[in-house]
């Protein structure tokens, strides 16, 4: 097997399930590759702000234990030998665990979250600890600079910000610093950075991966899940990470199939298109949105004009993130180590969020059964309903959120919605708009629908190269 | 947790912007004991914030007050807008108590 050295960029970009193929025919070494890996992480990961910990004596066990395992005619399947970061959220057994914020940074747990377990288990090699939003952005920062690593850089222009919370993850998976990672979402923060950083990213179905481990933001929000360099990537790491767990009650056992088995004669996709969610976005947006409409159009049935449910998404989202955040995170807020938040509006944001009145909390959590009834009937009808990720590209790293493209906003609120109701969806990259930063399309779907949704995206990403392009980074 | 530039219902925005713009130097829906307000919203994002004040104490960024009163109005108000679509007294929160151990 080859050493580093002889590891090229194209294995370093290439997806998990090529990667998978030299190291199960023995064309390359898990060693070396996490070597590669570990070489980038140290030069590049602190141009990227992508990094908090490079766990190299850990990830040098884990590959050269699946360099032996492999060599033993013992292979595990696609995941073995394959570096990955996990966002610093996910607790790690005598390795810091810092949520990103300064009153953590020393923060360490005699123990592994299950999904960290279960990659080990897969044969994966754990790199690093992967940047994020300080406290997953729970008190509602408003600028990318939220985090005691400093601001999250996207590869493709390192003056604008890698998107959040999972800033790390998206940076660090679209500069192969790591073959894949795990980002977490609590509403949007796999799929911004997804969408900023040019890569593909999944939010599963509420309960499909275990949670334990990870820090809690929002008890009934929380979700954990793959961010790769293509959809198909994505569809191995959740078949890898899948399932109930004993340890979160919330984990359920639904089984799930990647790929997805297909009839011969299976109808073609229904996909619908949300009316006005490309009307008050970035005008390159609205083109690459329609080009992808396009593709799709070869494969699946079009249905444009799609209404989306009018209901109160972002206050119940909003009331539901404060109140359960406030709780989650109490300690924090009540010690006033508050003030040692990098944003100045997480210095002072779970104060009011403590201030939520029960009862509108509980009116949140019971407008969640009507919504949840609502978008079911909709998506009953599709195997996927798109839009753009995001509105915009990724705002510029000196701008507060609210000033970068003042006067675009987005179309209907699917991302918040989709989160209420607990619904998968996927952010893959269809284009490049403002400063030759990437876009996004986003397919969403019924719950535990994420095989179909992987199947449709993988579809497009047959047909289009988007993911295939690689940022212009380090710089010359 | 990523911060979301997607509208949520516009008229729900149009408010909150209408809140964002408003003086808040002082507590404006501050009452006497036998006035109705003038302005519910706002005078219970008064009195909340004093509750905040006095249930953190000193270490309430005090410098911040203004920002935590305005952050405050908002949840009151989103609060208002979630009394819409109309809920049946069957309707219950989206969690379940479970009596045994996990």
Known sequence: MPDKEAVSEDILYASIREQAKLIGDKKLSPVALTEAYLDRLEKLGPKLGAVVTITQDLARKEAAQAEKEIKDGKYKGPLHGIPYGVKDLLATDGIPTTWGAEPYKDQVFDYDATVVKKLREAGAVLVAKLAMVEIAGGFGYNNADASFTGPGRTPWNLDNWSGGSSSGPGAATAAALVSFSIGSETSGSIITPAAYCGVSGLRPTYGRVSRHGAMALCWTLDKLGPMCRCADDCGLVLAAIAGADPLDPTAVGKPFTYPEPMMEDAPKFKIGVLKGSATNVQAEVRKNFEASLKVLGKFADIEEDVAFPNMPWGPVISTIVNAEGASALRDLIESGDCKKLKSVSDQWGGYAASMVLAVDYLQAMRQRGPMKKALDELYSRYDALVAPSRGTVASPIDKDFDKAYPGVGGGPPVIPAGNLVGQPALSVPNGFGENDLPTGIQFTGRVWSEARLLSIAHAYQQATEHHKKRPPFPPP | ?102
């Open chain 2, 1 to 102: 947790m990523s911060t979301s530039h997607d509208p949520t219902r516009r008229e729900f925005t149009r408010n909150l912007a209408i809140l964002v713009a408003a003086p808040l130097l002082a507590p404006s829906g501050a009452i006497a004991a036998d006035e109705k307000p003038a302005d519910p919203v706002a005078a219970t994002a008064d009195a909340l914030t004093e509750a905040a004040r006095a249930r953190f104490g000193n270490i309430l960024p005090e410098e911040h007050l203004n920002k935590i009163r305005e952050s405050i109005r908002g949840k009151v108000l989103s609060g208002q807008f979630m009394k819409k679509p109309k809920l049946q007294n069957g309707d219950e929160p989206a969690f379940s108590f479970r009596a045994d151990l996990p």
